[in-house]
Nanobody, 122 residues
């Protein structure tokens, strides 16, 4: 099995910054992509940023130019640097690992973290 643990959420004022981290653990051989999603109250969960195993990144239009996804120092760890935060960025942020291959299992699967709350408010 794979565990994804997010950290770094909290309360920040509009215009401020936060950095989220996501650490994936387990017998991971490889993965297709690691992604960040968010879900605000009453809204569907939507993709915020994605990074493939080759480093290709994709961002939603609402965060392009403000958020950056990247690999952290540790293996299978990514971050989401969020700058110029707005109240509409308030949501629970989830980390996801897509198309994960585990040792001894030929079938890939997707995994999700429990989420971390980000609140942007003055």
């Amino acid at each position: 099995q794979v565990q994804l643990v997010e950290s770094g959420g909290g309360l920040v004022q509009p215009g401020g910054s936060l950095r989220l981290s996501c650490a994936a653990s387990g017998n991971i051989i490889s993965f297709g992509a690691m992604e960040w999603y968010r879900q605000a109250p009453g809204q569907q969960r939507g993709m915020v940023a994605s990074m493939t195993r080759y480093g290709t990144t994709v961002y939603s239009d609402s965060v392009k130019g403000r958020f950056t996804i990247g690999r952290d120092g540790a293996e299978n760890t990514i971050y989401l640097q969020m700058n110029s935060l707005k109240p509409e960025d308030t949501a629970v942020y989830f980390c996801s690992a897509k198309r994960v291959y585990l040792s001894g299992n030929p079938d890939p699967a997707d995994y999700w973290g429990q989420g971390t709350q980000v609140t942007v408010s003055s």
